[in-house]
C-alpha cells in the first residue's frame, strides 16, 4: 500500500511517466465549475493528477484535441433491482450515460430473497464494468 502510494507521488510529481499521459484535454473542475486546459496521468487505471500542458510523460500518450473530460457520475442511492436488471444490465444502461459509480441498497431482494439476494447482489456486482458499492438494506 504504501509502495502504490509512493508511486503515486513520483507519476505525479512528473519523476516517471505515468501509464498513460492524456495531453491537450479541457478538464472540467467541480468545484470551481471551470475548464482547465492541460493534461491527465494515469497510473494502474486510475487518475493521479491533473495539470498545465506538458507536466506529464506517459508510457503511453493520447493526445485529446480539446476535448472536455468530466468526472464520472456517482449515484449515491440506488436499488439496481427496482430497474428490473442485474448489477450488468444495469451497469450496461448507466455507464454509458456517465455514471461510474453507485451506492446500492439491495432492500427488495434482501426482503425476498433475504442473506442468499444480498450475497447475489455482492457476487453479481463484482465484474461489472461499474464500481457497485452494496449498502446494508433500509
Given at each position: 500500500?504504501?509502495?502504490?502510494?509512493?508511486?503515486?507521488?513520483?507519476?505525479?510529481?512528473?519523476?516517471?511517466?505515468?501509464?498513460?499521459?492524456?495531453?491537450?484535454?479541457?478538464?472540467?473542475?467541480?468545484?470551481?465549475?471551470?475548464?482547465?486546459?492541460?493534461?491527465?496521468?494515469?497510473?494502474?487505471?486510475?487518475?493521479?493528477?491533473?495539470?498545465?500542458?506538458?507536466?506529464?510523460?506517459?508510457?503511453?500518450?493520447?493526445?485529446?484535441?480539446?476535448?472536455?473530460?468530466?468526472?464520472?457520475?456517482?449515484?449515491?442511492?440506488?436499488?439496481?433491482?427496482?430497474?428490473?436488471?442485474?448489477?450488468?444490465?444495469?451497469?450496461?444502461?448507466?455507464?454509458?450515460?456517465?455514471?461510474?459509480?453507485?451506492?446500492?441498497?439491495?432492500?427488495?431482494?434482501?426482503?425476498?430473497?433475504?442473506?442468499?439476494?444480498?450475497?447475489?447482489?455482492?457476487n453479481a456486482s463484482e465484474n461489472v464494468p461499474q464500481s457497485v458499492f452494496v449498502m446494508l438494506p433500509s
Open positions: 500500500m504504501i509502495e502504490d502510494i509512493r508511486a503515486d507521488i513520483e507519476v505525479a510529481s512528473g519523476r516517471v511517466p505515468a501509464d498513460l499521459a492524456l495531453r491537450n484535454g479541457r478538464f472540467f473542475d467541480v468545484f470551481t465549475g471551470e475548464l482547465m486546459d492541460g493534461d491527465m496521468a494515469v497510473r494502474d487505471g486510475r487518475v493521479i493528477a491533473i495539470g498545465p500542458a506538458g507536466t506529464y510523460r506517459g508510457i503511453k500518450e493520447q493526445d485529446l484535441g480539446n476535448r472536455i473530460v468530466v468526472p464520472g457520475l456517482i449515484d449515491s442511492h440506488v436499488h439496481i433491482e427496482s430497474s428490473m436488471q442485474g448489477p450488468a444490465g444495469f451497469a450496461g444502461l448507466t455507464v454509458p450515460r456517465g455514471t461510474t459509480t453507485v451506492i446500492a441498497d439491495p432492500h427488495e431482494i434482501a426482503n425476498v430473497r433475504g442473506m442468499d439476494g444480498i450475497r447475489w447482489m455482492l
